[in-house]
DNA sequence: AATGAAAATGAAAATCAATATCATTTTACC
DNA sequence: GGTAAAATGATATTGATTTTCATTTTCATT
């Protein structure tokens, strides 16, 4: 049932270092979350987790959405005008998001120079850089080809 | 009373080809707008506004903001966790923002390799580019002085 | 100036994602 | 099993923004 990974035991030691309990719920949640494609929103997690959870309840997926953010095992994607997605985030390198404003694809991309630059701007104003937030919109390959306005996800 | 400047003129012309009517209390908003320092939320140019429109209504000044937005005087500018601001965007060139997550200061920032780059990782992928949203988050030189809690030089 | 249709306005209600409250159920520990 | 703290689910609340709707303004036409 359970993915035997490692996320599991980074969230077991994050509740035991703040003498929270473990629960069956939240760690169904995760495991959904764990299995499901990315950037989910927290309704479409939601959703899914009620198919083995029937009774669960949207107040405790946003708890522990917030909590695998707070442990590092996700983080949350604020695009323009919708509802915040969740990524997973433990073991994944960071990257930036390309975005198509036709379909809403979602591409993931690095550049290390992009990369540098940015801690260089930041730098040269004085500031300690901490993070960024990068999100590249266009219109993705295929809608180009389709060309007509909008397309459905 | 009015700043006879062209801003006026933009936002004229735009209501005349879509054939909607003039008022005082949006000129009068707009006035305000453009008065104002930059990257005031709607809330706060409600509040500026009311000064010299004390009946005006929040829906007026949203229902403005679109407007001037629509007719690239202004900018909404989304940080995280925060209300939207709105920036002048008429004769303004593009930027990006540096933003200290201590105190919260705004600098403007701009670097043309950094632009090429991102065109050019998005057109890596395939998608024909549109825009993007950059912001650095990091300490300011002054909060770096100030040396909160977790400040490692 | 007076008229009238369309546009703009302000007050209030609605929306919508996200959060808080609170009574009930689980969990961890004795 | 008994207990206290934590977690849960239903529900209410929040806060920014949008919508609704009755009233007021604008503006082209008399
Ligand atoms: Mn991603
Ligand atoms: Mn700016
Ligand atoms: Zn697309
Ligand atoms: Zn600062």
């Given at each position: 049932m359970k993915?035997?990974?490692t996320e599991t035991e980074v969230l077991q030691k994050f509740l035991a270092d703040r003498r929270l309990n473990r629960s069956r719920?939240?760690?169904?949640i995760l495991d959904v979350f764990?299995?499901?494609?990315?950037?989910?929103t927290?309704?479409?997690l939601y959703q899914l987790a009620r198919r083995r959870l029937p009774s669960v309840g949207y107040?405790?997926?946003y708890r522990s959405l917030k909590i695998f953010c707070d442990c590092g095992l996700c983080r949350p994607i604020k695009l323009e005008n919708e509802p915040v997605r969740y990524e997973h985030l433990y073991r994944h390198d960071h990257h930036d998001h390309l975005v198509c404003t036709r379909c809403g694809r979602l591409v993931e991309v690095?550049?290390?120079?992009?990369?540098?630059?940015?801690?260089?701007l930041g730098r040269k104003?004085?500031?300690?850089?901490e993070r960024h937030r990068l999100e590249l919109y266009g219109i993705c390959p295929e809608c180009r080809k389709k060309g007509g306005p909008d397309d459905r996800n």
């Open positions: 993915t035997g990974n719920v939240r760690e169904e764990l299995r499901a494609e990315r950037h989910l927290a309704d479409q107040a405790t997926v690095f550049d290390p120079t992009l990369e540098q630059l940015q801690e260089k104003h004085g500031f300690q850089m």
